[in-house]
Each structure stands twice: as C-alpha cells, then as structure tokens.
C-alpha cells in the first residue's frame, strides 16, 4: 500500500505528460463512496488500470493474471500496488502447472480477499475479457465480475449496497507519446436488483449481470468487426476527420468518439447494402495515402482550405522562438527518445508499448534533469537560486520544442507541396478531391438510408 501511496501523484503527473488529453465523460461516477466493483474493456495492459486509478481519491485493489507474480520483482511491486493475482487456465503450463482443482482453490482465495475489501467499503477494479488486446474490440466476458459482486452481496444479504460502475476505456492512438484517450463511464449498476435472481439460480443471475456489464460497455466503445474495416475507419478519421465534422467541439473528445463509432457503423452497414462504393472509396483512398507516403507529405499540407497563419506574429514565433527550441531540444532529446526506442526493442505487442514507455519515461526525465542540473551547477553557475531557475525551466522548454517542431514541420511540409512538379501537385489534388467526393457521396447516402 505504501507503494501505491507514493506512486499516485508520480504517475498521475506521468500521465498528464504523456497523454495530450486524458478525458473522463462522467467523472462524478468513479468517484462515488464505495464499495464499488469498477469494471473496463482491457485493450491497453498496464496503462487501463492507471487512467482510471487516478481519477479515484481512495486506493483500489486491481485483479491482475498470475503471470505478473511470477517474476520475485515484478510481483513485489503488483502486490505494493495493491494487485490480486487471477489464475487462468491458460496461464498454467509446464509439467509443474497446477491442477484445476488447485487453479480453482487459488482463485478463491483471491476472490475471497475481493469480497473482504468491497465488505470493508473499498473499491476493486477488474476486467472481465479477462485478456488485453490491442483491438478496437470488445471480447466475450468471464463472469468473473458478476460472481465476485453477487457473492459479496449474497453474504449480507443484498444488504451492503455495493455498485457496479463500467468504464469503456477509448484510445485515439494507443502506442502514440501526446496521444488521446476518452473514459466513457456509465451509470452504477445496483447489484441488489439481482437478489430475486440470485436467489432462484445464482449462476443465472451471474449471466444476466454479465451480460448487463456488457451491453453498458459496448455503449461506451468505439468497436470495430474486423481489422480491414478498423484501419478503413481510422484512415478516413485521421485525413478527412475535420471535413467530415465541421463542428467538432475542441473542448471534448466525445465528438471524436462519436465519429469514429458513425464511422465504423457506416463501414458495416455499406458492406451490406453498397460493397462497390465501399470498395471504390477504398481503393482511392488507399492510392491517395500511397501518393502522400511517396512525397513524405501529409493532407494538412495539401489543404490549402486550412492554412496555418500568415501573420507577422506568427513568422516572429517561428525565428524568435528558435533558440528556445534549440534549447528545450538539446536538454530533453535523450529522455524523450529513450522511452520509445526501449519500448519497440522489448515487445512487438502493441498493448505492451505504451505501458513500457510511461514507466521508461518516468524513469528517464527525471534522471536527465537531475544530471544536466548537477552538471550546470558545478560547471556554469555555482549559484543554487540560478540552477534552481534552470531546472524548473527544462519541463515548458520540453513542450515549447515539441509545440514548435510540430508548427515548424507543417510549415516545412507546405512549403514542400509548393516546390512539387505541377504535374505531382495536380495529381495529388485530383486524388484528394476524389476521395472528398466519395466521402461526401457516402455521407448522403447514408444519412439518406
């Protein structure tokens, strides 16, 4: 507990740095007196348990595969943060694997230390897919959930008033540093309703409550069928999100969500009722983003409707705010590389990768700034109340070069569209407003459905 006590506000402030926005639609709902059973889609491992522990002032018990135990360090830190091992069957391999019997006697005993904690008023956080995938999915539930919350309540006879409360848990760009995720809450589920059912036959009641907790999740997601219509979906979102959604509030990122879900519905539904469109818009979008992969451009550059600004200001920032970046580039480079590059060196798994580099990054900003200002310190200034002003500057010199890269490559990539052959330029733009047309033909035919 102590661990988890300490490593809160260090990761809470990690967050914030590596998410650009972490927003939570209905906060209020995980922040509800316990007990409470929170439950979530799992596409993004370590990172789903931490957005969401942040957000709750009181400590919450996680339920975590036994896999993580294993390892003597690993394990002391899952159990210093308040972590309960879960024993899947298909965890158990090897000849010295326990037996069911033994799987099922472990599982009690961690389910029984579940009920201790939600009988005590606590909160504990579990994910009923049971697995983490990097998908835009949802996958069939355990009841795991359901038995733990119906099995607390049963022991005081629906009495203890313990609640249920799904998170659908939506990444914009999982593995992406200054990406975005959204956490949809939805409304508690009483389990006490559930005591008529659990009554008559309890393992029902544990599949009507599963099956609540799912349909509560779906709700919440963004959800895809399969990945050909998923990369379609994020594709069309990513290039031509601001065309399609004019009046997109930059407040929220509840519109994103509720495009990428019209997206994916339109995708589904055009496969059913009008493949060839679908499959025209494919190919021309596809030829499209191959053109702009081929001049390293991308379709903010060739927009011309969406010119970044021309004012004297704006020319000012970028030269007088050169050496700013040089400066906020030279100090953070090496801690902002070192967690990515580590991360793709040690795992191919995309779910593993964010995770990685949140942790590698808390590692390596602080380290850096304590070396480079024990080295200003003896080298330059000799003065603490200097250093003390250096040190705090590194972080806003970090984003200022990141802001300012980001400003500057634009700028770069428009001024690349303009030296391109005339003949390279009109191509691109005939294949743009190709792929505009379609989208705007597929718009009205679906709106019109």
Known sequence: ?????????????????????????????????????LCSNHPNTLMDPLVTAVQRHQPIAFLAKSTFFKNPILGAIMRSGNCIPIYRRQDAEGADAPSPQQLTASNEASFGRCYDYLERGGTVMIFPEGTSVSERRLRPLKTGAARIALGTEARHDFKLGLTIVCVGTNYFDPTRFRSDVLLNVAPPIVV??????????????????????????????IISRDA???????????????HLNPDDDPSTLYDNFQLSRTLLDAVAWFEQHDAGRLAAL??????????????????????QSQRPGTRLADYLNLILGFPVWLYGFLSNYLPYKLPAEIAYRATKDTAFIAAIMLSVGMVTFP?????????????????????????????P??????????????????????????????SLQSQRAAVLSLLDEARAAYLSK
């Open 397 to 426: 010199a970090g984003f200022y070069a990141l802001g300012y890269w980001q400003t500057l490559r634009a700028r770069l990539e428009r001024l690349q569209v303009r030296q391109l052959p005339a003949t390279a330029l009109a």
């Open 192 to 221: 006490a309703d559930y005591a008529a059912s659990y009554r008559r036959d309890p393992e029902t009641a544990a599949d009507e409550l599963t099956e609540e907790i799912r349909q509560r999740l779906t709700r919440r997601l």
């Open 282 to 303: 494919r190919a021309a979008l596809g030829t499209y983003l191959a053109s702009l992969e081929t001049h390293k451009i991308d379709d903010a550059a060739l927009d």
């Open 1 to 37: 507990m102590l661990f988890y006590t300490v490593m809160k506000p260090l990761v809470r402030v990690g967050l914030r740095v590596f998410f650009r926005r972490l927003e939570v639609r209905h906060r209020e709902r995980l922040r509800q007196p316990g007990p409470l059973l």
């Open 228 to 242: 050909q219509d998923d990369q379609l979906a994020q594709q069309v979102e990513r290039t031509f999100g601001d």
């Open 367 to 395: 380290l850096a700034y304590a070396l480079e200002t024990a080295a200003v310190q003896h080298w330059l200034t000799h003065d603490w109340r200097l250093t003390l002003l250096f040190s705090i500057s590194l972080p």
